[in-house]
């Protein structure tokens, strides 16, 4: 979306559309689902789990961190990647918020 066109939204529209894309796809689902699994990984956890190469894996974090969904600290030559709770409560407020004003729908 260009910029004139997002500066159209609010800020929490536009903020909601960038973690959905991080999430929109499935190899990102899968690291999500994996980090919840563990208490913290590094990269090379996640290529032994997952069936794509280092470079693609590596993408796809950086996706996630960009959009601040996952957390990542350096452990002497490793980064050890977790899930950014912070993040994933917006996304579940959003979705609360959407659910409470369903209830009070009927179609």
């Known amino acids: 979306m260009g910029a004139s ?3 159209s939204f609010s800020e929490e ?12 796809h499935p190899a990102r689902i899968a690291i999500v689902d994996y980090l919840l699994s563990v208490e913290t990984c590094i990269c090379g956890d996640i290529v ?5 190469a280092q470079p693609t894996i590596s993408q796809h974090l950086a996706a ?3 959009a601040n ?6 452990e ?3 980064i050890c990647y977790c899930i950014n709770p912070n993040t994933i409560n917006k996304i579940e ?5 959407i659910r409470h004003k369903l209830m009070n729908k009927c179609c």
């Open 64 to 66: 996630l961190k960009n």
């Open 93 to 97: 407020n959003h979705f609360g918020m």
């Open 5 to 7: 066109k997002s500066e």
């Open 76 to 78: 002497g030559t490793a």
């Open 48 to 52: 032994n789990k997952l069936p794509l």
């Open 13 to 24: 529209h536009n903020e909601m559309a960038s973690l959905f894309k991080a999430l929109s």
């Open 69 to 74: 969904i996952i957390k990542g600290t350096i």
